[in-house]
């Protein structure tokens, strides 16, 4: 079973850095494309960012370019996020997500951000 | 950037009835379009890509349809566990955007 379990989720203040961390197992980790997406309160989901099976590719939605960075360890089945600069608009659930360049197959559970002072 | 607008924001129906989604690109994707399904707190859950194509163990009752920049996400019956928002997504280019979002609620 497709198992995604995201971590490092909690309470930043403005400015601050976080790093999220989602954990897969089940599925031939290496072999995906794996993605972050992120939703408001309240909101819709937002694609944030995807990165391909050797890191070589990486992808990020403009209002994050140069505050967040996507990495994974493939050898650990391990996606990251690094947040810098976080803004209050940030505050979400984020969620990694595995599949293909475009689509989103398996979703984790989520993970809360919530950027406040 | 490509915006994806859905309508309606919002649909009551029946258990039972038909139901059709519409999904507008600001420019042509050509079949490059994705469905998803979330459910109150839970993680969206993927329906159809390419357009049409049903990702394994969605049941035939769900299905897509369009190319270019329209196009519908149809429930030939609804059941009470397809209440839910749905969303569009397109698969052309990066920023793979989301439409807004469709919630369907019972009549």
């Known amino acids: 079973e497709v198992q995604l379990v995201e971590s490092g989720g909690g309470l930043v203040q403005p400015g601050g850095s976080l790093r999220l961390s989602c954990a897969g197992s089940g599925f031939s980790f290496s072999s995906y494309w794996m993605s972050w997406v992120r939703q408001a309160p309240g909101m819709g989901l937002e694609w944030v960012a995807n990165i391909r099976q050797d890191g070589s590719e990486k992808y990020y939605v ?34 990694c997500a595995s599949g293909s360049v475009t689509d989103l197959d398996y979703w984790g559970q989520g993970t809360l951000v919530t950027v406040s002072s | 950037d490509i915006q994806m607008t859905q309508s309606p924001s919002s649909l009551s129906a029946s258990v039972g009835d038909r139901v059709t989604i519409t999904c507008r690109a600001s420019q042509s994707i050509s079949k490059y379009l994705n469905w998803y399904q979330q459910k109150p707190g839970k993680a969206p859950k993927f329906l159809i890509y390419a357009a049409s194509s049903l990702q394994s163990g969605v049941p035939s009752r769900f299905s897509g349809s369009g190319s270019g920049t329209d196009f519908t996400l149809t429930i030939s019956s609804l059941q009470p566990e397809d209440f839910a928002t749905y969303y569009c997504q397109q698969s052309y280019s990066s920023p793979y955007s989301f439409g807004q979002g469709t919630k369907l609620e019972i009549k």
Do not use: P
């Not at chain 1, 209002?63 to 608009?89: C, H, P, W």
């Open chain 1, 62 to 95: 403009d209002s994050v370019k140069g505050r967040f960075t996507i990495s994974r360890d493939n050898a650990k089945n391990s996606l990251y996020l690094q947040m810098d600069s976080l803004r209050a608009e940030d505050t979400a659930v984020y969620y």
